[in-house]
């Protein structure tokens, strides 16, 4: 529904790929805005090389980003974000916002969320928000 929901935008694009992939169809400091939302949780330590916000991937999303550039991610999943803010450091990001209750927050929009975010905020959980950029 997302997806649908904001097709009329002009500097949005949706992209369903292997994130490694990221940099050949993408020029260096071309995106303003990452996105990661309700990405799944790898818990398996031996897998977690592939979470979305592994040092590795915040790396690549770094080269990607524009000078001012940010990522936002979401998540409903506690584990998944105490693994992203140790990420977040290990890969020299600083933290620009961090909200443990996103749908108590001034960032909070109805109208922005996915499906699957308000089914999660009508259910009564916990979503946490985190606006990251590289350390300049």
């Not at 993408?26 to 592994?54: G, M, N, S």
């Not at 524009?66 to 991610?73: A, K, M, P, R, T």
């Amino acid at each position: 529904k997302a997806k649908k929901r904001y097709s009329n935008q002009k500097n949005l694009i949706y992209i369903w790929m292997n994130a490694e992939q990221l940099k050949q169809i993408i020029a260096k400091e071309q995106i303003k805005r990452f996105y990661i939302q309700f990405c799944t949780p790898i818990v398996d330590a031996r897998q977690q090389h592939r979470q979305l916000t592994h040092h590795r991937f915040l790396s690549s999303y770094r080269e990607l980003l524009s000078l001012d550039g940010d990522l936002i991610f979401k998540t409903d999943h506690n584990i998944l974000y105490l693994f992203t803010l140790q990420q977040i450091e290990k890969a020299g990001w600083e933290i620009l916002d961090e909200i443990t209750n996103y749908a108590s927050s001034i960032y909070y929009d109805k109208d922005w969320n996915t499906e699957w975010e308000q089914n999660m905020i009508e259910a009564g959980k916990r979503i946490y928000y985190l606006r990251i950029r590289p350390k300049r």
